[in-house]
């Protein structure tokens, strides 16, 4: 039986390598994630782990190799390395935004210690994420191809930038919920609703940016969306540098 890859068409061909079939599905999978929220962001970056491994598998197939062209090779290398960058921003980024936490909860436990100093750093190190996060970002989109002879590829960088926008954006909240100080006094309801929308992240930049007392039950909650959250993207990591070697290797 002929073996055929995924060309850059709307649907694959009907007589498809299995392996180039179980990279579809993993897409599909992908496209359709849902809401938001920390246990899905992680659930995406196994699966995006999963999928990292399958497109390995795919490279290292005779019938990929020669499909792919010198330059087709070198654009699926830049890609590749772009969106480690974006692993490497983000498990720094939690690392150094963990690490405030934990001074933040000694501080708050021996009453002792200069708490704002600790709040401040703990912000600047989210800022600092948010423009490493927006540069990254903005050159990989700059940089797709859209021509690719085996559009497979793009569209797993595709999904995979989607899912880094996702955990950007579940990090940073909505801007209703950021600007909540400028108008609290002219919209009391809105608060409760702001409150009940938060994730982990934004409840407790809300209870370090206000009056509010500082809920060390959302401080420790928050440590723990942050731990799942470097180890699903560490484990992501190690897929892509596999990959990597496997498009090296062509």
């Not at 579809?24 to 196994?46: F, H, K, P, V, Y």
């Not at 792919?68 to 070198?74: G, K, N, T, Y």
């Amino acid at each position: 039986m002929a073996v055929s890859f995924h060309v850059r068409s709307s649907s694959y061909p009907s007589r498809q390598h299995p392996q180039a079939a179980h990279v579809d599905e993993q897409l599909t999978r992908l496209r359709s994630s849902g809401t938001a929220s920390s246990s899905s962001i992680c659930q995406r970056l196994s699966n995006l782990q999963d999928l990292h491994d399958s497109l390995e598998k795919m490279i290292r197939l005779s019938v990929t190799n020669q499909a792919l062209s010198q330059d087709q090779i070198e654009k699926l290398l830049d890609g590749s390395i772009k969106i480690l960058d974006l692993c490497s921003i983000s498990k720094d980024g939690l690392s150094q935004m963990k690490e405030s936490l934990k001074e933040i909860q000694s501080i708050v436990r021996r009453k002792r210690g200069d708490l704002s100093a600790e709040v401040k750093k703990y912000l600047a190190s989210r800022k600092f994420l948010k423009k490493s996060f927006e540069k990254v970002l903005k050159s990989l989109k700059t940089s797709q191809n859209k021509n690719d002879a085996l559009a497979v590829f793009g569209e797993a960088e595709t999904v995979t930038i989607a899912l880094f926008e996702s955990l950007f954006s579940f990090m940073s909240g909505s801007k209703a919920c950021g600007k909540w100080s400028l108008v609290s006094k002219m919209m009391s309801q809105s608060k409760g609703t702001c409150e009940a929308e938060a994730n982990e992240f934004t409840r407790v930049d809300m209870e370090f940016q206000s009056e509010k007392s500082l809920q060390m039950e959302d401080v420790q909650n928050l440590e723990i969306c942050i731990q799942d959250l470097e180890d699903g993207i560490g484990s992501l990591s190690k897929s892509l540098i596999k990959y990597r070697v496997s498009i090296l290797n062509i």
